[in-house]
């Protein structure tokens, strides 16, 4: 069992910059991909960011160049740096931990909201 919590949500003018974090309950990184979601309202949950257990990492196109996911293993946390926010970047962003193998385990965390507007 993985308990996953989620802060550093705000409120942010355009342009401006948060940073996410998710610590985990226990060290999973060796084992388990780790990825950022967001949900706008009235919106489905959609994928910002993942780094997988052997580093890789991808974006949605939308937040390249912009946003930066990262872990820091000694701490069971991992970030997401979010620069130039744009109001449709507001949303819930919730923590989520899968397991490398397919059905075993896929963790949320509770979410923090992230608002942009002027």
């Known amino acids: 069992q993985v308990q996953l919590v989620e802060s550093g949500g705000g409120l942010v003018q355009p342009g401006g910059s948060l940073r996410l974090s998710c610590a985990a309950s226990r060290s999973i990184f060796s084992i388990y991909n780790m990825g950022w979601y967001r949900q706008a309202p009235g919106k489905q949950r959609e994928l910002v960011a993942t780094?997988?257990?052997?580093?890789?990492?991808n974006y949605t196109d939308s937040v390249k160049g912009r946003f930066t996911i990262s872990r820091d293993n000694a701490k069971n946390t991992v970030y997401l740096q979010m620069n130039s926010l744009k109001p449709e970047d507001t949303a819930v962003y919730y923590c989520?931990?899968?397991?490398?193998?397919?059905?075993?385990?896929?963790?949320w965390g509770q979410g923090t909201q992230v608002t942009v507007s002027s």
């Open positions: 780094i997988t257990s052997s580093d890789g990492i």
């Open positions: 989520n931990a899968r397991h490398r193998l397919t059905g075993l385990a896929n963790y």
